[in-house]
């Protein structure tokens, strides 16, 4: 069974950083792009950013470029987002997603992690 | 970049047919994937590349794409189908969500 399961949200300060980690099960993790997706109270689904497979490429929102970072370490089966100049419209839920087949369909994702920044 | 919109509600009777729309240019070039999400919940694949189930997605779901608009069709509506729903597209290099349309069954 395909599980995904993220951690490390909180709350921070305008500014701050915080590190989100997903960690995938029951697939295996090399073989998938993946992906970080929020939802802001009251607002729709929001993209944040991709990695390939391999880690070789990533891909960020505008909202979030120069201040995000999407990693992964397939060793560990795991991807992350370090979140770095933290703003108040970053607060969402952040929800790691899998590339299931090509044209970025994700069929699997996480349960989330609350991200608050408060200003 | 490229731009979806959808309907910010849409009304359906109970066993009546909901239709929810995703709006784009020339979207008909494009493949379109809808995601329910329900309240509480993570969003789930309810249908890909246009008009492709998941396995566990009851047939009652259906969509199409055609000129400038994508359609996600849930017939028999059921009151576990009042969710919001998204499209979603990708677009040099990123990824487009529809503003989202929360169905409410009646």
Known sequence: EVQLVESGGGVEGPGGSLRLSCAGSGFTFHDYGMSWVRRAPEKGLEWVSGITGNGGRADYADSVEGRFIISRDNAKKSLYLQMNSLRAEDTAFYYCARVGYRDYVFDFWGQGTLVTVFS | ?106
Do not use: M
Request: aromatic fraction near 10%; glycine fraction near 10%; proline fraction near 5%.
């Open chain 2, 1 to 106: 970049s490229f731009e979806l919109t959808q309907p910010l509600s849409v009304s359906v009777a109970l066993g009546q047919t909901a239709t929810i729309t995703c709006g784009g240019k020339n979207i008909v070039t494009r493949s379109v994937h809808w995601y329910q999400q329900q309240p509480g919940q993570a969003p789930a694949l309810v249908i890909y590349w246009d008009t492709t189930r998941p396995s566990g997605i009851p047939e009652r779901f259906s969509g199409s794409n055609s000129g400038n608009t994508a359609t996600l069709t849930i017939s028999r509506a059921q009151a576990g189908d009042e969710a919001d729903y998204y499209c979603q597209v990708w677009d040099n290099n990123h990824v487009v969500f529809g503003g989202g349309t929360k169905l409410t069954v009646l």
